[in-house]
């Protein structure tokens, strides 16, 4: 079974530039995470969708960045424009909620990352 | 944004020997998480702990749900080169979002 894949991989681009990365999730999984971890720290949750709702974007800076998860399977993350502090690893993750039957846990996924560097 | 305060930030270890590190929170958590984090790829989950005072083991891995439910420890015993890595704890109350830790990077010298 396919992991979560990301695209691209690495990304360098200058300042003020726009940039997108691209997530395509576990078939079947119905919640997308978007995390942003820069150096040296853990993951920090940007967005998340269930289906194509976002449902918390409260960490998402709305000024540059915007995310769309149209259909409800793969998903986009913009940034424009780019600044020299955006520059982190951006991870999509994705899970599955049965919105019927209780979980203590549903599991996240992550995918490899975008390793975006911000000259 | 809030962070977890997973301690040590770093370890160097000889492989054979076991190692502890642990996660402390100012606030309770109802779920705690381990990840393992390679180089150039995304945290795979570890163990999950649902229950204060739950203690978990998969494999030479062990972790536990503080009874206080603000932290939370992870052991692994007789450690293996592949085991380097950067550990992450995670919280997550409810269905909020997950909160990590800074992570504890280990390296195994053969």
């Known amino acids: 079974e396919a992991g979560v894949v990301q695209s691209p991989r690495y990304k360098i681009i200058e300042k003020k530039q726009p940039v997108a990365f691209w997530c395509n999730p576990i078939?079947?999984?119905?919640?997308l995470y978007w995390y942003r971890q820069n150096l040296g720290q853990g993951p920090e949750l940007l967005i998340r969708?269930?289906?194509?709702?976002?449902?918390?974007d409260s960490q998402l800076p709305k000024d540059r960045f915007s995310a769309e998860r149209l259909k409800g399977v793969d998903s986009t993350l913009k940034i424009q424009p780019a600044e020299l502090g955006d520059s982190a690893v951006y991870l999509c993750?994705?899970?599955?909620?049965?919105?019927?039957?209780?979980?203590?846990?549903?599991?996240?996924?992550f995918g490899p990352g975008t390793r975006l560097t911000v000259l | 944004g809030q962070q977890l305060n997973q301690s040590p930030q770093s370890m160097f270890i000889q492989e054979g020997e076991d190692v502890s590190m642990n996660c402390t929170s100012s606030?309770?958590?109802?779920?705690w998480l381990w990840y393992k984090q390679d180089p150039g790829e995304g945290p795979v989950l570890l163990i999950a702990l649902y229950k204060a005072g739950e203690l978990t083991s998969n494999g030479r891995l062990t972790a536990q749900f503080g009874i206080t439910r603000k932290d939370s420890f992870l052991n692994i015993s007789a450690s293996i080169p592949s085991d380097v890595g950067i550990y992450f704890c995670a919280g997550q109350l409810g269905s909020e979002k997950l909160v990590f830790g800074k992570g504890t990077k280990l390296t195994v010298n053969p």
């Open positions: 993750a994705s899970s599955y909620r049965d919105r019927v039957v209780f979980s203590k846990h549903n599991e996240q996924f």
């Open positions: 606030s309770i958590f109802n779920t």
């Open positions: 969708y269930e289906n194509e709702e976002a449902v918390d």
């Open positions: 078939s079947g999984h119905n919640t």
